[in-house]
Structures are given as structure tokens and as C-alpha cells.
T-cell receptor, first 111, second 113 residues
Framework: GQNIDQPTEMTATEGAIVQINCTYQTSGFNGLFWYQQHAGEAPTFLSYNVLDGLEEKGRFSSFLSRSKGYSYLLLKELQMKDSASYLC????????????FGDGTTLTVKP | NAGVTQTPKFRVLKTGQSMTLLCAQDMNHEYMYWYRQDPGMGLRLIHYSVGEGTTAKGEVPDGYNVSRLKKQNFLLGLESAAPSQTSVYFCASPAATFYNEQFFGPGTRLTVL
């Protein structure tokens, strides 16, 4: 099976930078996703990494090291609307395209 | 193109009652998934389907049954609801993008008294 760990809660200040870490142990790794979930809403896709390195998309970047079983999501120029839960999810190499989700990191952005 | 829809949005049941949650997608996708999400936790896979007429168990299948009689619909049934099944239920299907990330329905909030 898969074991995914991420911090439960983080707090940061508007305009700052925050890094949310995710570590995983899995066999048959086939990609890592980050999703954003605002309270009371469905998760929405943020980023995807399957090769080592950094993927940048506007204010959000995601990094992957497959050898270390490690990823992080970097949020720059934080805005109040970034207050949400961030879910790390690992896809394994099966024919069902399944992903296993971490418990999520609740980020609170303060003025 | 509505994507993934779920009905109902909210439901309150008494212990022992039964109900069916409906997920519908208009993207002609093969794969569909049912998750539950408890407070402060991530999504746990209940059952999934890789095509019409097929279903398979996920991480937490006990107490639930599913059917995929039509490609566009994936039904989740609770035969005898228990308080432990109080949760938010999300249906998902992979998006038609390069990454095939999961595209979620709006969720069903179920309370079992």
C-alpha cells in the first residue's frame, strides 16, 4: 500500500511564501498530484509531477524527488483566498488510475 | 457539459435506513470513483469502476455497494446505514487532460443519526 505524510496545519502571512511538504512510500509510483480544497467544496487540481524537478505554474510550484519519496508545494505571494486544505495524492501504476490521498494540510493565511 | 454531478447534495438518515447516491458524468469517461472524506482527513476510496458493468473494491468498501449499469452513471448504495457512515461523499472521474487528474463532483453530505 501507500503511506503519505503531510503536516496537519500551517499558518502564514499574506504576501509571504509557504512550502507544504509531502513524503510518501509506495511501489509502482506513477505521478504525484496536489489538489486544493476550500472548506465545504470539492478538491480541485493544482499540479502534477512524474519526473524529478520543479514544475512552476504562476504563484504555485511543485517539486518532486522520486529517490527521496518527497514532494513540496510552494505558494508565493500568499493571498487570503489561498486559505484552504492542500491534498497530496500519489498515483500508482495500475490500470485503474487510482490515487491515494494524504490527510491534507490546512493552510491559514493571516493578514 | 456539466462534468460530474451528484445527487442528492444533503441527506439525513436514521440508523438502519437505506439510500442510493447517484453520480453522473457527461464526459464519456471509462473510470469513475467513489470516495468518502471525514473531518480533517483526506479522501478514502470506497469503490471504483473501470468501465460499464465493472466495479471493484477500494480501501474502505464495507457497508457499501455499487453498480455501473450505464457508462455515465455510478451508483453508491448504503443498505443499512450506520452512524460511522456519516461523511461527505465525493464522486470523481479522470479529466480529459494530459495529466488525467481527477475531476470531482460537488459532494454529498450524509448524516446518519
Amino acid at each position: 500500500g501507500q503511506n503519505i505524510d503531510q503536516p496537519t496545519e500551517m499558518t502564514a502571512t499574506e504576501g509571504a511564501i509557504v512550502q507544504i511538504n509531502c513524503t510518501y512510500q509506495t511501489s509502482g509510483f506513477n505521478g504525484l498530484f496536489w489538489y486544493q480544497q476550500h472548506a465545504g467544496e470539492a478538491p480541485t487540481f493544482l499540479s502534477y509531477n512524474v519526473l524529478d524537478g520543479l514544475e512552476e505554474k504562476g504563484r504555485f510550484s511543485s517539486f518532486l524527488s522520486r529517490s527521496k519519496g518527497y514532494s513540496y508545494l510552494l505558494l508565493k505571494e500568499l493571498q487570503m483566498k489561498d486559505s484552504a486544505s492542500y491534498l497530496c495524492a500519489v498515483r500508482v501504476n495500475t490500470n485503474a488510475g487510482k490515487s491515494t490521498f494524504g490527510d491534507g494540510t490546512t493552510l491559514t493565511v493571516k493578514p | 457539459n456539466a462534468g460530474v454531478t451528484q445527487t442528492p447534495k444533503f441527506r439525513v438518515l436514521k440508523t438502519g435506513q437505506s439510500m442510493t447516491l447517484l453520480c453522473a458524468q457527461d464526459m464519456n469517461h471509462e473510470y469513475m470513483y467513489w470516495y468518502r472524506q471525514d473531518p480533517g482527513m483526506g479522501l478514502r476510496l470506497i469503490h471504483y469502476s473501470v468501465g460499464e458493468g465493472t466495479t471493484a473494491k477500494g480501501e474502505v468498501p464495507d457497508g457499501y455497494n455499487v453498480s455501473r449499469l450505464k457508462k455515465q452513471n455510478f451508483l453508491l448504495g448504503l443498505e443499512s446505514a450506520a452512524p460511522s457512515q456519516t461523511s461527505v461523499y465525493f464522486c470523481a472521474s479522470p479529466a480529459a487532460t494530459f495529466y488525467n487528474e481527477q475531476f470531482f463532483g460537488p459532494g454529498t453530505r450524509l448524516t446518519v443519526l
